[in-house]
């Protein structure tokens, strides 16, 4: 079994696969401050909650946007399951060729994601991670990684919304009924959800006219993707075990 984890601004995701077959995720949040061992005692209770034992696996692998919890979290990976953890980034085997002007500044979670995407279903291809932060990748035909688009998520602006003004609420992140709200909670939600659509649509199509490739195929994921994939053509394939999947892709093509 392979363990594979997706460490993001918000929340770390974790997967075990046996071969090619995810067999349980779980999710911890990454902003609170943990040592290895509670790291440690959090992932073998989370694994054995799952039916795993800590002996089933047989090689870790780690995508982090989040430089700070990682001497931590590797640490609990080496001291509690025993494995030397196989870290996402320079020097790492992907099948992936970054073509940016600065390689090392693309985070791996993109990477990853741009991995599964191509490997899953081929390119060129258009990656979108709806996360903290909403993405967009190209992907060309020949697995060079081209352009890339980041834009703010749909809960960092939510948040900026109740953090910098007087009166705004927190709300919750969902589609109203109908775009024509009348009253704040709901004109909030509209304003949110209907700006990503437009947003989602407009920069589709900009990168589909300006890269010449028509016939793009577009792909998402991420906590908040569904939602969006559901309201707009746009999008092609919803897939929310993209990162994952590329984790393990990426970790087979090192081990061999």
Do not use: C
């Not at 703010?152 to 007087?166: D, F, Q, V």
């Not at 993209?242 to 984790?247: A, E, I, P, R, S």
């Amino acid at each position: 079994m392979i363990f594979v984890i997706d460490v993001g601004n918000t929340n770390m995701t974790m997967g075990v696969f046996q071969g090619k077959k995810l067999e349980a995720t779980f999710r911890i949040m990454t902003k609170t401050p943990r040592t290895s061992d509670e790291y440690g005692i959090m992932i073998t209770q989370l694994l054995k909650n799952n039916g795993i034992e800590v002996t089933d696996i047989e090689g870790v692998i780690i995508a982090s946007v989040v430089p700070d919890v990682m001497h931590s979290l590797t640490s609990s990976i080496i001291r509690y399951l025993k494995l030397k953890p196989l870290i996402v980034g320079p020097g790492v085997k992907s099948g992936i060729k970054v073509a940016t002007e600065d390689p090392r500044a693309i985070g791996a979670d993109r990477i990853v994601d741009a991995v599964a995407a191509y490997v899953k279903y081929g390119g060129p291809v258009l990656v979108l991670d709806f996360g903290t932060a909403t993405t967009y990748d190209l992907i060309m035909e020949d697995g060079r990684f081209t352009a890339g688009i980041t834009a703010p998520g749909i809960r960092i602006s939510s948040e900026a919304l109740w953090k910098e003004t007087a009166k705004l609420p927190n709300i919750e992140i969902r589609k109203p009924k109908t775009i024509l709200a009348q009253e704040t909670i709901t004109s909030m939600q509209a304003g949110l959800m209907y700006g990503q659509i437009g947003q989602t649509e407009y920069i589709i199509r900009k990168v589909k006219e300006e890269s010449g490739l028509a016939e793009l195929k577009v792909v998402a994921t991420g906590g908040l993707g569904r939602a969006i994939a559901d309201e707009t053509d746009s999008i092609d394939i919803y897939d929310s075990s993209l990162t994952l999947d590329g984790l393990r892709i990426i970790y087979d093509k090192n081990r061999r």
